[in-house]
């Protein structure tokens, strides 16, 4: 993204934006985020006996006349069947059956101002209090169907059957398609669209079945249901709004399964005296004048409502293409895809990516990640992947934590969402691209999968509100340190040497001074990310080395314990003679390709010379994961608001060829002329 105080040079995206007054449907889903709560590890307890959650879904199914596929795909669709021992889930939800219950308490400490017109809505909002309507049908109290989950999916049971008896005469469905109105009413939508995509979700679930173990070790089977043909129209019993989404001459570039409106993003002219000074994207025609060949995803670390607020905000000069609600997975296209936004910081990565933001907080970890979100976002994922020839990998699915920083001082600053609460194997799963072996046991290449429910570990993050000064306002801020102790966890941690006691790897340009690296969320130099690619350098028992970052790092992998998959890969290593070779962390074409009056206009001097990173090297010996065949290096320029400048909304293609590599937690490239690629 671009700073406002320097038009039209890359920089990374500010820490936190400011926070705006939010709309209801916003609101409710500001309190996934309001603390980090720990989560016990299976390691950590005794695991419960197999079949017993399996077994309360059919008794509740049984005692509330609930078809039993339909209770558990709803409660499938919501948490994965998940339990989380009795804490909070996304959403202020809790238990499988995602019960919510909303208090002054959770508000005060998200620091939602008693000012604001939407506290006193949200206290009263049915949709965040169905754990005491569900108490109620029960006879018992909130408090009970949010912490026993037998007592949870009762309540749950009881809501569906109570919601199907309102819309069949005070007669329950004599079909499982009969209940289609009722699991749409469970998604507490106030929109149609919304629970109609909630309910076509359920049935779906339905129709091809599920398996899964869950975090406390319950494995659940839905078995496929077929000939399910549910009157879709059943909606309208419900009495929601039809939305009409805002005038808009774009069309949203979605899947027809996806609830989605357009909403553009600021394209405005600041200064009239000066046709550089604009917001918040640059026009381009892609694919047709530069491919596109990454869809990255960030988190928002703000409310939808302020997202949206913002990037239609030209002084924020910042955007992104969709912005994706928590609260009912709905996405929002800001700018269409043949333009640039400004989103990660990184013109050699976004002016060949669609970014996505997700309205969540990174710190807050796997609590803001509601499965709403993650359907719609792979929907979302997979449709683009599908019409751009994306490939439904790692090297090119990225995360803002992925894509490095273009300076010496940027490399450190770089943003780091979505962080380690987000679950890439689950996000893979649902994109139908599982990360699984491709090569046999004893590969050089290995993925990371170290399991994410299964993978506790500890983070800190003290909150920087450095970010906020440029956007006054109600931010939001944290005690220092925020901590997320045995959370499930996207990496695994790297050392030194093949043991705990050993130093944790240093990255040279987060650690200047040496020091060992650390468990904060944003030390990301010490943490290799699901589903990266990575080349092994050495094997110990219990323990695999990779080649990252030019070190040799250590990680926990064994038998009973893998964190790895076998691949196979393409690889780079130095060509032969050289002790070693520079790495790269953008693109840009030769000096030689620019003509000489866009060289004039720009100053004189030829913009943005490709300049080796001083800290990062590739010594000889060492090999790193190629992510795929090697490109000419190249830079878009969009100079004035209208097009008007020499060769503006062009892209200035180089002779030079690179590779892109996974080098550490982030990308990288080198030159391909300094090293050889290995099958």
């Known amino acids: 993204m671009h700073s406002p105080l320097s038009p039209h040079t890359p920089e990374p995206r500010l820490g936190r934006p400011r926070r705006r007054a939010v709309t209801l449907a916003a609101a409710l889903s500001l309190l996934a985020g309001l603390s980090v709560t720990a989560v016990t590890s299976t390691a950590a307890h005794a695991v419960d006996p197999q079949g017993r959650r399996q077994a309360e879904f059919a008794a509740a199914a049984q005692e509330f006349g609930v078809p039993l596929p339909v209770l558990e795909a709803v409660s499938y669709y919501e948490t994965r069947w998940e339990a989380h021992a009795g804490q909070e889930n996304a959403e ?3 238990g499988p059956m995602n019960l919510t219950d909303l208090t002054t308490k959770e508000l005060d400490a998200d620091g939602l101002s008693t000012l604001s017109p939407r506290y006193a809505d949200l206290l009263k909002a049915p949709a965040e209090h169905t754990a005491p309507a569900a108490a109620a049908l029960l006879g018992t109290d909130a408090a009970t169907v949010q912490s026993d989950e037998a007592q949870n999916i009762r309540g749950g049971a009881a809501l569906l059957a109570q919601y199907a008896r309102g819309y069949g005469r005070g007669e329950l469905p004599r079909t499982v398609d009969g209940w289609y109105a009722a699991a749409a009413r469970y998604s507490q939508a106030t929109e149609d669209k919304v629970a ?16 899964r173990t869950t975090q406390d070790g319950q494995q659940i089977t839905l078995a496929p ?32 399964s996806l609830d989605c409106d357009v909403i553009p993003g600021a394209y405005t002219l600041l200064d009239p005296n000066n046709l550089t000074d604009y917001g918040s994207h640059d026009l381009a025609d892609r694919p047709h004048d530069l491919q596109i060949r990454y869809i990255t995803l960030h988190t928002t670390d703000e409310t939808y409502d302020g997202t949206l607020d913002l990037f239609r905000d030209p002084t924020y000069a910042a955007g992104a293409h969709y912005v994706v609600r ?21 013109r050699s990565f976004y002016q060949h990516s669609i970014g996505i933001e997700q309205e969540a907080w ?25 019409k751009y020839d994306i490939p439904l990998d790692r090297a090119h699915i990225l995360g803002h934590d992925n894509v490095p920083g273009t300076t010496e ?14 679950d890439w194997e689950h996000f893979f799963d649902l994109l139908g691209a599982p990360i699984h072996p491709t090569a046999a046991p004893g590969s050089p290449v290995v993925a990371i999968k170290p399991g994410f429910a299964h993978n506790p570990q500890t983070t800190t993050y003290c909150d920087d509100v450095q970010g906020y000064k440029q956007f006054p306002g ?18 695994v941690p790297l050392y030194t040497a093949p043991s705990t006691t050993a130093a944790l790897l240093s990255d040279p340009y987060l650690h200047k001074d040496g020091s060992p690296g650390t468990d904060a969320m944003n ?29 040799e790092a250590w990680f926990q992998d064994s038998a009973a314990h893998p964190a790895t998959v076998p691949q196979q890969a393409l690889r780079i290593v130095p060509k032969p003679g050289r002790t070693s070779i520079p790495v790269y962390t953008t693109a840009y074409p030769e000096a030689s390709v620019y003509p000489p009056d866009f060289v004039a206009f720009e100053g004189g001097t030829p913009p943005r010379p490709q300049t080796a990173r001083a800290k990062y090297t590739i010594p000889a010996g060492q090999s790193y994961v190629a992510a795929g065949p090697a490109v000419n290096t190249d830079s878009y320029y969009a100079i004035n608001y209208d097009g008007s400048a020499p060769y503006d909304q062009h892209d200035f293609v180089g002779q030079t060829k690179v590779y892109e590599i996974v080098y550490n937690h982030r990308m990288a490239f080198v030159n391909a002329a300094d090293v050889d690629l290995v099958k």
């Open 523 to 551: 030390d990301w130099g010490d943490k290799a990310p699901t589903g990266e690619q990575y080349v092994v350098a050495d094997r110990r028992p219990g323990w695999t080395a990779i080649w990252f970052g030019g070190q």
């Open 326 to 346: 928590s609260s009912d997975g709905h996405v929002t296209q800001m700018i269409p895809t043949k333009d640039i936004a400004w989103d990660s910081g990184n």
């Open 474 to 491: 109600p931010y939001r801020s944290f005690d220092c340190p925020v901590t997320s102790t045995d959370a499930p966890s996207s990496f």
């Open 362 to 386: 990174a710190t807050h970890g796997a609590a803001w990640f509601s499965e709403d979100l993650y359907r719609s976002t792979a929907s979302l994922v997979k449709y683009l992947a599908a």
């Open 92 to 94: 202020a939800g809790y």
């Open 225 to 256: 249901v077929p000939g399910l043909h549910p009157n879709r129209e059943d909606v309208t019993k419900l009495g929601l709004k039809d939305v009409t989404p805002p005038k808009s001459d774009q069309k949203p570039e979605c899947p027809p």
């Open 196 to 211: 109609q995509t909630f309910a076509d979700g359920v049935w779906d679930t339905m129709r091809s079945g599920q398996t």
């Open 409 to 422: 001082s940027g490399v450190a600053t770089q943003h780091w969402d979505p962080g380690p609460g987000w």
